[in-house]
T-cell receptor
Framework: NAGVTQTPKFQVLKTGQSMTLQCAQDMNHEYMSWYRQDPGMGLRLIHYSVGAGITDQGEVPNGYNVSRSTTEDFPLRLLSAAPSQTSVYFC????????????FGPGTRLTVL | SQQGEEDPQALSIQEGENATMNCSYKTSINNLQWYRQNSGRGLVHLILIRSNEREKHSGRLRVTLDTSKKSSSLLITASRAADTASYFCAQLVYNNNDMRFGAGTRLTVKP
């Protein structure tokens, strides 16, 4: 089993460009989430999903969109990239709600110029 | 805003010594979790302690939780160079689905 996979590992964008960060899991987990990690800070929740067809906002949702059409995939879309979105992005899954241990992907390092 | 704060921000010890990291949080919680992050990698879950528990052990890890003080501590005994990493506490905010992470403690274990 691959667990939680993220693509790409690295990405450089210009301001205003759009892109989608991919997250896939083969653990059959209902709960998936996206975090960003900035230097010297902990992870901050962007969006999360408690199951296919259901998404909700986290702590820092502005500038990002998500959808959850299948249990396995939870893509994160940057609509118009800004330098403030330069960060490392992590996808995580857990069996049910956020009550259980989370399994993290390896991360995507995004730079917006 | 961050829910938790770890203390100290950085800790450097010799192999074989014990390492203690502390975490304080602000609101009522369902549970508190500790994670490890090696440089450039994703987070790995270490241990979960529920709000009605006071202490939990897992191998060389010991976690305590004091809900009256809204604080937790992680003790790593007999540290090894491989324990070098950043350690984060995270809280599931009560009646909420999202986890709140602190800024982490960077632990360096010198061989």
């Amino acid at each position: 089993n691959a667990g939680v996979t993220q693509t790409p590992k690295f990405q450089v964008l210009k301001t205003g460009q759009s892109m989608t960060l991919q997250c896939a899991q083969d653990m059959n987990h209902e709960y998936m989430s996206w975090y960003r990690q900035d230097p010297g800070m902990g992870l901050r929740l962007i969006h999360y999903s408690v199951g296919a067809g259901i998404t909700d906002q986290g702590e820092v949702p502005n500038g990002y969109n998500v959808s959850r059409s299948t249990t396995e995939d939870f893509p994160l879309r940057l609509l118009s990239a800004a330098p403030s979105q330069t960060s490392v992005y992590f996808c995580a899954t857990t069996r049910e709600t956020g009550a259980n241990e989370q399994f993290f992907g390896p991360g995507t390092r995004l730079t917006v110029l | 805003s961050q829910q938790g704060e770890e203390d100290p921000q950085a800790l450097s010890i010799q192999e074989g010594e014990n390492a203690t990291m502390n975490c304080s949080y602000k609101t009522s919680i369902n549970n508190l979790q500790w994670y490890r992050q090696n440089s450039g990698r994703g987070l790995v879950h270490l241990i979960l302690i529920r709000s009605n528990e006071r202490e939990k052990h897992s191998g060389r890890l010991r976690v305590t939780l004091d809900t009256s003080k809204k604080s937790s501590s992680l003790l790593i005994t007999a540290s090894r160079a491989a324990d070098t990493a950043s350690y984060f506490c995270a809280q599931l905010v009560y009646n909420n689905n999202d986890m709140r992470f602190g800024a982490g403690t960077r632990l360096t274990v010198k061989p």
